[in-house]
């Protein structure tokens, strides 16, 4: 039944509706996302990619045509990175130098630039390292217009170190991002063997430790749910019960992290229960 409900979906051209948008941020960057106009009176969504990813990534995608369907606004960046009117993903080798708080600089920008066409909530949804890129901007001083979160396979960084070394990476990127020196440095990071980053980048996104996501999820002031798949290999051990512990989580049974082929229907009931449940 799902399934020929989703073809005669897709017989209904909705492409008229969607609109390549572009911001020139504070730094004249230019940054794109794709923005879709819905109803004033529904909450809009503002939708953030995963790790060096773009809006077009399949995950992502397949929500705002979903969310779409509902009448619901769309918003969904690509994440400049550093690079100007970016259209790709970023390889892990390619020298980067964005920091978290300028990601964060980048989704405030475009809450802003949707407040201006959406007098209505905002909510914001992020997959995978999107969903930490959305606390990180939650956790300081959000726009009001934000109602609600949802984070979906949120990941905690998976730096294959124990406590101990992470620690000691953290002390050293920190001793050389006050140098100031140019310079790059190459350690493995999330699902990069070899990412390769000024010091300052990388300690960017190291000291958002497991630690310090967990505490960011539960000290939120505003209505949340972590969306995890029950065959999520890209996690570290006893992620989810970390989770589970402090927050509400909904785990679908058999979803890997992209929540791919069957999941992708779940996931997208899952997202729009939660919707419904804000005014």
Known sequence: ??????????????SAHAASVELTLPNKLVARAEYRKGDPGKPAVILLHGFLQTHEFPTIHRLVEGIADTGRGVLAPTLTLGVTHRQQSLACE????HTMKEVEGEISAWVKWLKARHKGPIILLGHSFGSVEALAYL?????????????????????????????KLISEMRKLAQEKRPRVVTHQFSFCQKY??????????L??????VLDASAQ????????????????????????????RVKVIPGANHFMDGEHEFDLLDAVLAELNQTP
């Open 220 to 247: 939120l002031p505003l209505p949340n749910l972590y969306i995890m798949g029950g065959r999520d290999d890209r996690l570290g051990t006893g992620w989810v019960d970390r989770l589970k512990a402090r927050n």
């Open 94 to 97: 390619a020298i980067h130098t």
């Open 139 to 167: 956790s300081d001083k959000p726009d009001p217009a934000i109602t609600q979160f949802i984070g979906v396979s949120i990941i905690e960084g998976r730096l294959r170190l124990s406590s101990a070394e992470a620690g």
């Open 196 to 205: 390769q980053a000024t010091p300052a980048s990388l300690l960017s996104y």
């Open 1 to 14: 039944m799902r399934f020929f409900l989703f073809l005669m979906v897709c017989c209904i051209d909705v």
């Open 207 to 212: 000291e958002w430790t497991p630690q310090r």
